[in-house]
């Protein structure tokens, strides 16, 4: 655990949030100010800061955060209307809080990126 990391906090329920999916490696929870109907940070338990960091030890843990984002996206009715996945890598990439993250949109047609 990182000290002073938000997610990790989270991660150790010393912040409280409300977990929609929970296993040994990941963390799925909602985001305090959703953009969409839908808006579930996925994270794993791990710290990590972003996804400059991963490493080849790393590869298993991000193909497993991309299935609990189909597994949530079908839970919430999203898998045949569409939704997206999305990382915010450092700062032009919008990053704010450095514990990394996939944010899973949906529920409403999505605009253009940028
Ligand atoms: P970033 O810009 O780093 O990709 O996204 C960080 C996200 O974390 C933002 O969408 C923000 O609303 C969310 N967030 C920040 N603080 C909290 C918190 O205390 N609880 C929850 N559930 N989400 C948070
Ligand atoms: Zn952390």
Redesign the pocket.
Known sequence: MAKDC?FCQ?VAGE?P??IVYQDDKVVA?????PVAPVHI?IIPRKHISDLTEIGPEDTNLIGHIHSVAIKIAKEKGLADRGFRLVN?CKKDG????YHL?F?LLGGRQLTALG
């Open positions: 938000l989270i912040v949030s409300d929870f909602k985001d305090i100010n940070l915010n919008g990053q704010v809080i993250h944010h």
